[in-house]
């Protein structure tokens, strides 16, 4: 029988009500396990007792985007920071070792060239000479110009001598100084690279100093110019002066008479032209690039006003700088008056059709056509306005002009290409650019800065080449005709002789050239005391580093005798005209200035007015 419960329930234990705790506490176990469990936690459920105990616990490092092992983070780190401070280490060995590095590769043989050209102007300085001057067989001479001349009376100290000889002609400096300004503003970043910018400016700014003495550059008109200061003319007589002496500039004891014009279009064109180019290379220093414009516009009224040529006939500067016209002067002063200005009014007379007319510019049977030099700058100017053109193209009223020298200019350029028979060339390959005996370096040379200098405008332009008639040649064409005419001069010609003196292995021994040729020995020689070095076939005791001659005849031949003048005089005009040659052809790769001669110029239209706000209902 089974008992009841009190309560009215039988009092058998059911095998549920029966279970131990173990029991219960084994359900507890199992019904835990049922639920998620993280990695952590079923580890130490699978691991005894004995496990925890001998393990460590890990621990973690959270980077907020992921958790990451301690030790494995320590790791990488300690990796990173050891493989940083190795590079470190190895590139401060690098730096601190003295290695070689390879040697920048020579400069070309035109810039080499250069160098040494740039230094006959240094050898040519009259006056006080600065101590970085670099000709030590040169001092200071001519400290009287001016100052002892009754009737100019004051100072004319400086300036450049022109030649083998003590006198300062203005007529070719002047030009000289316009050729080196040009130069320099349109291949200012090739001189910086070569590092002859300062020095160029320099030169430049000797003469243009010069030039402001010879005139009264402070007033706004001007009745007279200095033209020449010393003397040449032999035909009076045993009278001492500078081409019937020869003796040092820094001994001279005999007067130095000053020639003055009151009425000469052509030299005061010309050093207009100086000066206004020399105030675009100097347009940093305002103070003094205003002074060089104002002397400009002074000079060049002058010109415009009391118009003749600056040599007339019977005159000293006739016998050795004689000017066949100025209207050319016209057209060239007159555009560096409008490049350094920007007033239109000089623009207008530059462009002028009658200008052009009386300038030569359609003189096409002259033998002379097309020739650059000292004394006819028309073929300069017209470059120079087609560069205009092609730049700025100011359209009318000046068009019809500028496409007339536009062309006149290709001509030209064809007119230097030897299938088209135009000029001459000697077997060696030299352009006869005139009709004389004599094929003077001082012509081509010019001619080699147009036809390089034009190549650069055509490709600064997007121009690949021009036209001669129906036939098309590339601007390489020009730097060909260009670079062949440099090496003959350089070296490349019959007899291998490179004509400027100092370069290559061969060159003149014997240059017509007072200084160089009598020794730098402290004594003083009188007018006819120099003769004997003169006389003499041994070479010059000074060499003349940079003087090109005035080279071969045309047939190629050369003397080097210290008596032909013709062949070994060199000048500062032919000089300056090989340094602008030079750099133009130096191979440094930047191409021209475009926007520099340009700069005092407005803008050639005027700015359009914003356009109207939208209409509002």
């Avoid at 004891?253 to 009425?263: A, F, I, M, T």
């Avoid at 650019?433 to 390089?452: C, K, P």
């Avoid at 405008?457 to 064409?477: I, N, Q, S």
Wanted: hydrophobic content about 35%; some cysteine.
């Amino acid at each position: 029988m089974f008992g009841r419960d009190p309560w009215g329930g039988p009092m058998e234990i059911s095998n549920a009500d029966s279970a131990t705790d173990d029991d219960r506490s084994r359900d507890l176990d199992r019904g835990a396990l049922m639920r998620q469990l993280d990695e952590t936690q079923q580890s130490w459920l699978l691991a005894g007792p004995g496990d925890q105990a001998g393990k460590k616990k890990k621990t973690y490092v959270d980077l907020g985007c992921m958790v990451i092992d301690r030790k494995i983070f320590v790791w990488t780190v300690g990796t990173i920071l050891g493989v940083g401070l190795f590079i470190g280490f190895v590139m401060m060995i690098v730096k601190l070792v003295p290695h070689k590095r390879p040697p920048p590769p020579p400069p070309d043989q035109y810039t080499q060239a250069l160098h040494k050209a740039l230094m006959f102007f240094n050898a040519q300085r009259s006056g006080p000479l600065p101590k970085h001057n670099g000709v030590s067989w040169r001092g200071k001479s001519a400290m009287k110009d001016g100052l002892s001349d009754n009737t100019v009376r004051r100072s004319l100290v400086g300036g450049f001598y022109d030649a083998g000889d003590a006198i300062k002609f203005n007529y070719p400096m002047a030009w000289s100084m316009t050729m080196l300004s040009w130069s320099v503003i349109e291949y200012k970043a090739k001189y910086e690279a070569i590092g002859e910018l300062d020095h160029v400016k320099e030169l430049i700014k000797w003469g243009t100093d010069y030039i402001l003495k010879t005139f009264n550059s402070s007033a706004d008109t001007i009745d007279r110019i200095v033209a020449q200061v010393g003397l040449g003319d032999t035909s009076k007589g045993p009278t001492p002066n500078d081409h019937y002496c020869w003796m040092r500039p820094e001994d001279i004891d005999y007067p130095r008479p000053v020639y003055e014009c009151h009425s000469c279009s052509d030299l005061a064109s010309e050093m207009a032209a100086a000066l206004a180019a020399a105030s675009i290379v100097f347009k940093d220093s305002k103070t003094y690039s205003d002074k060089l414009v104002h002397g400009a516009k002074a000079l060049y009224k002058f010109g415009r006003t009391q118009r003749a040529r600056y040599s007339p006939n019977g005159s000293d500067p006739a016998l050795f700088y004689n000017s066949t016209g100025y209207w050319d002067e016209f057209v060239w002063g007159g555009t560096w008056m409008y490049f350094a200005t920007g007033n239109t009014s000089y623009l207008s007379i530059a462009t002028a059709p009658g200008m052009a007319k009386h300038a030569g510019a359609y003189w096409f049977g002259s033998p002379n056509y097309g020739v650059f030099t000292w004394d006819d700058k028309l073929p300069g100017a017209q470059v120079l306005l087609s560069r205009l053109r092609l730049f700025l193209s100011p359209g009318y009223p000046y068009e019809e002009i500028l496409r007339t020298f536009h062309n006149q200019t290709d001509n030209v350029m064809c007119s230097y290409l030897s299938i088209f028979n135009s000029f001459n060339f000697s077997k060696g390959g030299m352009i006869q650019l005139n009709q004389e005996s004599l094929s003077h370096f001082s012509m081509f040379v010019n001619a080699a800065f147009l036809a390089s200098l034009y190549s650069d405008y055509l490709e600064a332009a997007d121009t690949p080449g021009w036209y001669c008639g129906p036939h098309f040649y590339t601007t390489e064409v020009l730097r060909k005709f260009a670079r062949s005419q440099l090496d003959y001069i350089l070296g490349k010609n019959p007899l291998k002789m490179s004509y400027v003196v100092g370069f290559g292995n061969k060159y003149p021994k014997r240059v017509h050239h007072r200084e160089a040729s009598i020794p730098h020995n402290g004594v003083k020689y009188g007018c006819k005391g120099g003769f004997k070095w003169r006389e003499s076939k041994k070479a010059n005791p000074n060499i003349l580093i940079g003087a090109m001659v005035a080279g071969p005849d045309r047939h190629d031949g050369f003397k080097d005798v210290r008596t032909n003048y013709n062949y070994t005089e060199p000048t500062l005009a032919a000089n300056a005209g090989l340094v602008a040659a030079l750099i133009s052809l130096s191979d440094v790769k930047t191409g021209i200035d475009k926007n520099t001669l340009f700069s005092a110029i407005p803008p050639m239209f005027p700015t359009p007015p914003p356009p109207p706000s939208a209409w509002k209902p």
